[in-house]
């Protein structure tokens, strides 16, 4: 980023509040133009110096930068008409956890190479401007879909950036991506939402129930304090794989069940210990990570 | 503590090793004899300072304390024999995550006065006395079984210290304990190794599939880390309750499946939106766990 640009930043949650922060850090003269359905959120943005205007849809065309940050039901509605507004530098890029229908509304749009679709894995269970915060991607992953489909000019702009706030580079089709996050992510928010429902659920009958969770039942928990506006709509998008990988969960549930029903302790042991494994996984990742900063 | 007590610490892991070091801050004069079938955590123990000297079972006579820190099927047997050994004044502690089956099975021991039945809700997923650090237990909740049928003497010099450590104690009936626990802890820890398992397994024919692992994944599957030899017994000992709380948790799951399948996105955004209570829930259990420090 270079001179004084303008940056767009439409939907001011987390993650457009985050990148806004870190992106004015690489360039101090850019100006921040926010644009939010949420009145409090623009004024809250504001306040936090994460914008310094609110825009409207107008001067959408004068961008040189549109970061779309909202719920992926609305991304794809709001992708196209960003697209018909902006001029022939624009760099616009979407940050949702889902990538084939964004992809695939816009494949024959005439501004299509002005599009790069990333998917920073990145975040925190909390929402809104508040909870932005600086630094939040680095050393993440940001997984981008399509590549070939964006002009060079775009591509460039958009990973020199990219790579200035740490963030390593992975490229996917939008089929395997949706794929795989479903089993890394998607379905970790449904693990979560439902133990949080269960748990919730004894203690109507049960209570000071919550008085003895520990760190642990935190950490297992702690996704189901998301937001259904933001998570609702990537089931939506995502179901097929979301459905598949659930329905393998909870056969692995049901067979641990059986497990313990005819107190196969052995076996139930032999389940924890190969699943042990993911131990040297985690680790492996991190690993990898910090050898790939900066790449 | 007070004087050149001898503790005994039966178990040298992350429980055990970290009851030790913060005990030692509170009596520098006491000598820590360490017992546990793991030579090489003998040898570590040693190393890292936590006990002063290795012990055979002829000695637990000598003991003015004796810490049970083992999986809960091999405390069952050797709490009697503990009980056996000691005088008259040792006070007998064990720290297991279940605590119906070892009160029953000291229930009528003519020493039965020596022993309090505790629960520190408390660990990290490591295990081993490497994983053993100070102030582990600081402002954690320690809950305590029928207490009425322990000694007066024992109860208050158990009582002191854990207050000196700064725990919070909370007094419930074995089964009690056992039910509630298996929601928020045994539960957690199935769900989190049945979502490795499930992730694992997809990655056997996805390379590459961690590499999407963001935090949530991260803190959703960090139980499944935990040790199967401590887990493994657990699960045995609260069958009933662990079978209750997880076909629940399936049930809850399959709801969610089939509002997925049936497109019914109205439902699953008040799931969720009905489970982000948990938010509040967990943010008082922080303030009333602040409140009561050192009550």
């Given at each position: 980023m270079e001179g004084e640009e303008k940056v767009f930043i439409i939907g001011l949650g987390l993650i457009g509040g985050s990148l806004a922060l870190d992106f004015r850090k690489q360039n101090e003269q850019a100006v921040f133009f926010g644009i939010d359905t949420d009145e409090n959120h623009v004024k809250e943005a504001l306040e936090r110096g994460i914008i310094d205007r609110q825009a409207d849809w107008k001067q959408v065309s004068e961008a040189d930068w549109v970061v779309l940050a909202i719920p992926v039901d609305k991304a794809v509605d709001v992708l196209p008409e960003v697209l018909d507004r902006i001029n022939e530098n624009t760099v616009v890029l979407d940050v949702g956890s889902t990538k084939e229908q964004i992809c695939k509304v816009v494949e024959?749009?005439?501004?299509?190479?002005n599009f790069i679709a990333t998917h920073p894995i990145a975040g925190t269970e909390f929402s809104g401007p508040s909870a932005a915060f600086e630094?939040?991607?680095?050393?993440k992953t940001n997984i981008i879909c399509e590549?070939?489909?964006?002009a060079f000019g775009i591509q460039e702009k958009a990973l020199q950036l990219f790579k200035k706030i740490k963030m390593r580079i992975r490229y996917m089709d939008p089929k395997a991506h949706d794929k795989h996050i479903a089993y890394v992510s998607h379905l970790s928010h449904i693990s979560s939402f439902m133990l949080g429902k269960t748990v919730i659920a004894e203690e109507q009958n049960e209570?000071?129930?919550?008085?003895?969770?520990g760190s642990g039942f935190e950490s297992t928990v702690?996704?189901?304090?998301?937001?259904p506006a933001m998570w609702a709509p990537i089931f939506e998008q995502n179901k097929t794989m979301v459905l598949k990988s659930l329905s393998e969960y909870i056969e692995n549930l049901n067979h641990f069940k059986t497990l313990l029903e005819t107190d196969d302790y052995d076996s139930v042991y032999a389940e924890m210990e190969q699943t042990n494994r993911i131990k040297e996984i985690l680790k492996g990742i991190h690993l990898k990570k910090e050898l790939s900063y900066g790449e």
């Open positions: 024959n749009h005439p501004k299509r190479r630094g939040l991607f680095e050393g590549i070939e489909k964006t209570r000071d129930i919550f008085d003895m969770a702690r996704l189901a304090k998301s937001s």
